[in-house]
């Protein structure tokens, strides 16, 4: 198992050292951006630019997580995203312009509003910031976009206007709808049903990023506080309990397929045939900048398709950063917490939806984000789809959201009778779920009572799944993800007043891999204390030699103890040379020499 980590990590290195900077896809997306930052920044901006800029984001940010895996790393500055994202946020007024003034103008309408939310989304949650989403009547409007009003504490008159401009594009869908019903029978029936489709994708849109952009807001905690009070646990929790587990109809679903048939037009399909083949022939970056912008602007947006899908990954993502909250933990259990959680881990039943298909998570999951139609190979040499649970929820999020809810003691002890750390010890193992996973691990060692639960005899019983706990364990310790390393480590220090994981830890040999890992730890920090050691005699050496040019009268400069600092050196290498108890001294902070017949003050060497 190390070794096969091992080599994968070694693989995945090499990748990243061919693709980081040398793409030149990466380049050109990197010029589009800074062209489309330019253009955003000096005009006015248009929902075509700023989607064409989110997509840009979504792109690079998709790449950079298939070279390295789970995105809660933040290694993204040698890679293009990061350069992206540098390039955002040096613009000191764009964010505050589309994140903040945007959002809250009602004049802008539902298309722009859906495309800041967009690019809102694509930077703020893989940054770890969350302003300007974190202002007030900005959280106001993005509850009332995400879930709409309450049933009591938006019916005065102070939030009205707020919930007026949240309604306007839910209303301009159904006035569409309504135009369509009203031709039907007519030449234009056709061409009203596909802007009251484009209507109401759009509504999603908004409904969609907004959920999102609350789900980054959450994560600050003053806001988190907020939102608990108000009750947005329990609003977050029950679609997703009623998706996945009463298997309604997920929310969109149905309009993203009628908005993917609506975009195929011919008229569309040219545009981008003809701005593809205009890049292809351009030979330098810039051009291909340029035309990059220019596709992504004439075709629009192209999320269509995926939209149902990042409305459960922003709910997920919302559970994740509210279910720690114990004042909300009653609402969430209420609400079908423990269901979806168990729905989560489990994965896709067997023989769901008619299908061959064996149940459980497929080992893709842990390496990459799985498609919500896809094939793979059957036993018997043919193949057959893949299912997915519905709203296509990812490994990273689940596990995520399934991690704050164990920290529950009531949650994490039915969990764990129910059969969900055995189903959570069978889940892939990959570059997605390397941290989760063992998160999930150190929840359940949280709770000595789920513990026991776990390892409760017979002792046959209790050995296996001990064994299998720590082993997962001690491959994390073995492996190259610096958070699951941490987490596993945590695991076992709360894990061994067990026998059984005693026991297990001995037959593996745990402690010759702790050893080890102390060792080497060790060996890393002597060596950089060496390397720091070095650079500070460097440091002392340099002083030495510019007190020592200072005399330039002829005198030699005097060897004397460190009684007093007068070079500038830190005060920690007093008495510290290269080798020796003393070091070179100028004798006065400043001296006068005499050059020829003009005399001059010269001052001591800088402090450093």
Not at 119 to 142: C, H, N, W
Not at 223 to 248: D, T, Y
Not at 551 to 563: E, I, K, L, M
Request: charge should be positive.
């Amino acid at each position: 198992m190390a070794e096969a980590e091992a080599a994968a990590q070694l693989g995945r290195h090499l990748r990243q050292a061919v693709s980081a900077n040398a793409t030149s896809s990466g380049q050109t997306s990197i010029k589009a951006a800074r062209e489309l930052v330019s253009l955003l920044s000096r005009e006015t901006p248009t929902a075509s630019r700023v989607h064409a800029l989110a997509q840009i984001l979504e792109d690079e940010e998709q790449r950079y997580e298939d070279l390295c895996g789970d995105n809660s790393s933040s290694h993204r500055t040698g890679y293009p995203v990061g350069r992206i994202l540098s390039l955002v946020q040096d613009e000191d007024d764009l964010l505050e312009k589309l994140g903040h003034n945007h959002l809250l103008d009602r004049a802008k309408g539902p298309a722009l509003h859906a495309a800041c939310l967009r690019l809102m989304r694509a930077i703020l949650s893989v940054t770890g910031f969350q302003y300007p989403l974190t202002e007030d009547a900005v959280v106001d409007k993005l509850r009332l976009w995400a879930l709409g009003p309450d049933d009591e504490a938006d019916e005065d008159a102070a939030v009205g206007t707020v919930l007026a401009a949240a309604n306007d594009a839910k209303g301009a869908a159904d006035a569409a709808v309504a135009a369509a019903k009203v031709a039907e029978g007519t030449p234009t029936h056709s061409l009203a049903l596909a802007a009251a489709t484009r209507a109401k994708v759009e509504a999603l849109r908004v409904k969609t990023y907004a959920t999102a952009c609350l789900a980054v807001a959450l994560e600050a905690e003053d806001v988190a506080s907020a939102m608990v009070r108000r009750g947005v646990m329990a609003r977050v929790m029950a679609p997703l309990r009623e998706q996945m587990c009463e298997l309604k109809p997920v929310e969109g679903a149905q309009l993203c397929a009628e908005a993917e048939a609506v975009s195929t037009s011919t008229d569309r399909n040219e545009v981008e045939a003809a701005a593809t083949a205009a890049g292809e022939m351009l030979d330098s970056d810039e051009d291909k900048a340029t035309a990059l912008v220019a596709q992504l602007c004439a075709r629009g947006p192209s999320d269509a398709g995926v939209l149902a899908d990042r409305l459960t990954e922003a709910r997920l993502r919302a559970v994740a950063a509210l279910g720690e909250f114990i004042e909300c933990f009653g609402a969430a259990l209420a609400a079908g917490a423990l269901e979806v959680g168990l729905a989560l881990i489990h994965g896709p039943v067997a023989g769901c939806d008619g299908t061959d298909w064996p149940g459980g998570w497929p080992q893709e999951a842990a390496q990459q984000r799985l498609a919500t139609v896809s094939t793979v190979p059957g036993g018997a040499g043919g193949t057959y789809p893949r299912v997915v649970l519905p709203g296509n929820p990812q490994l990273p999020e689940s596990l995520a959201a399934l991690c704050s809810l164990l920290a529950h003691r009531k949650f994490c002890v039915t969990f764990v009778d129910r059969g969900g750390v055995k189903a959570l010890l069978a889940l892939p193992k990959g570059q997605l779920t390397h941290n989760g996973f063992n998160r999930c691990l150190f929840g359940v060692a949280q709770v000595s009572q789920a513990m026991e639960r776990l390892l409760v005899p017979p002792a046959s019983v209790a050995t296996v799944w001990a064994a299998k706990c720590v082993g997962s364990a001690l491959d994390a310790l073995d492996g190259g993800h610096d958070h699951a390393r941490r987490h596993a480590a945590l695991f076992l220090s709360l894990s061994f007043p067990f026998p059984a994981i005693l026991d297990a830890f001995d037959a593996r040999s745990g402690l010759r891999a702790l050893l080890n890992l102390l060792r080497h730890a060790a060996q890393l920090a002597a060596a950089r204390r060496r390397r720091r050691s070095r650079r500070l005699r460097t440091r002392v050496t340099r002083c030495g030699s510019t007190s020592a040019r200072t005399f330039t009268d002829g005198s030699p400069p005097r060897w004397r103890p460190s009684a007093t600092r007068t070079c500038g050196c830190p005060r920690t290498l007093r008495g510290r040379r290269a080798s020796g108890t003393g070091r070179w001294t100028s004798g006065s902070r400043r001296r006068s020499v005499t050059f020829g017949s003009r005399r001059t003050t010269r001052a001591s060497p800088p402090r450093f």
